[in-house]
Nanobody
Framework: QVQLVESGGGLVQPGGSLRLSCAAS????????MGWYRQAPGKQRELVAA???????NHADSVKGRFTISRDNAKNMVYLQMNSLKPEDTAVYYC?????????WGQGTQVTVSS
């Protein structure tokens, strides 16, 4: 049984930081590329950042320079360090393989950026 459990979200003021964590069990972590996605109210889910098994990364233009994705293969963990947060970053954040495996979407973790 594959599980993806996201954590680390919360309420933060503009300009603040959060670090999201994703614990992956089962075979999904053997996927070459893992990603962080987000879905804001009324919008489609979008890929925010992806990290290859060897550590190569890609970040969406909207978060480039502010967010950093990383992974720890020994611990089956994927992280998203988010700095200089903006109100438009408010969304539910999910991790999954990239491209995503639909049946493995977890509950996500809510990030709210507001003063």
């Amino acid at each position: 049984q594959v599980q993806l459990v996201e954590s680390g979200g919360g309420l933060v003021q503009p300009g603040g930081s959060l670090r999201l964590s994703c614990a992956a069990s089962g075979s999904i972590f053997s996927m070459d590329t893992m990603g962080w996605y987000r879905q804001a109210p009324g919008k489609q889910r979008e890929l925010v950042a992806a990290v290859g098994r060897g550590g190569s990364t890609n970040h969406a233009d909207s978060v480039k320079g502010r967010f950093t994705i990383s992974r720890d293969n020994a611990k089956n963990m994927v992280y998203l360090q988010m700095n200089s947060l903006k109100p438009e970053d408010t969304a539910v954040y999910y991790c999954n393989a990239a491209p995503p495996l639909p049946k493995y979407w977890g509950q996500g973790t809510q990030v709210t950026v507001s003063s």
